[in-house]
């Protein structure tokens, strides 16, 4: 199957994240601080004409790191019918050539304690202890160099 990797806008995002990421949940939820700030890219997956997967990159510091330059990867969602079919990996990998142009030193997330292993195939590293987010579940700080 083909998938194609584009920008999308943060409005976009919404219906995808809030099937994955926030099911049960007032649809709000799924707005995030920062989702229309000028240096925010959100990027959408597609089979066909259907958005099956999203990821939203903004330009976020994190204290647990050094590097100036530091992007932070929040809501991403691939519908359950297409997950273990690589586009996870093809966002982050199109996330990650845009994050090289823009001279971004380091993208970190706070991950989902289910995705950790998927991450890790994708390079990055954990950091710190696990943590808890309320309603949703156990975290880690993970991170990749760019």
């Known amino acids: 199957m083909a998938y194609v990797v584009k920008q999308i806008t943060?409005?976009?995002?919404?219906?995808v994240r809030h099937q994955v990421l926030r099911q049960g949940k007032p649809i709000e939820s799924c707005v995030f601080q920062n989702d229309e700030d000028s240096q925010t890219f959100h990027?959408?997956?597609?089979?066909?004409?259907?958005?099956?997967?999203?990821?939203?990159?903004?330009k976020s510091k994190s204290s647990h790191f050094s590097q100036q330059y530091q992007y932070?990867?929040?809501?991403?969602?691939?519908?359950k019918h297409y997950q273990g079919k690589q586009i996870g990996k093809q966002l982050l990998q199109f996330g990650e050539e845009k994050l090289a142009l823009l001279k971004a030193s380091l993208l970190w997330f706070n991950a989902r304690e289910n995705a950790w292993s998927f991450y890790e195939?994708?390079?990055?590293?954990?950091?710190?202890?696990?943590?808890?987010i309320p309603d949703?579940?156990?975290?880690?700080?993970?991170?990749?160099?760019?």
């Not at 990027?43 to 903004?58: N, P």
């Not at 932070?72 to 519908?79: I, Y």
């Not at 949703?136 to 760019?146: D, E, S």
């Open 136 to 146: 949703i579940g156990k975290h880690l700080v993970m991170y990749k160099q760019l």
């Open 43 to 58: 990027l959408g997956a597609f089979h066909k004409d259907e958005l099956i997967g999203v990821a939203t990159y903004l």
């Open 121 to 132: 195939r994708n390079g990055y590293s954990k950091f710190g202890e696990e943590f808890m």
């Open 10 to 15: 943060a409005a976009e995002t919404i219906p």
């Open 72 to 79: 932070q990867l929040r809501g991403m969602a691939v519908l």
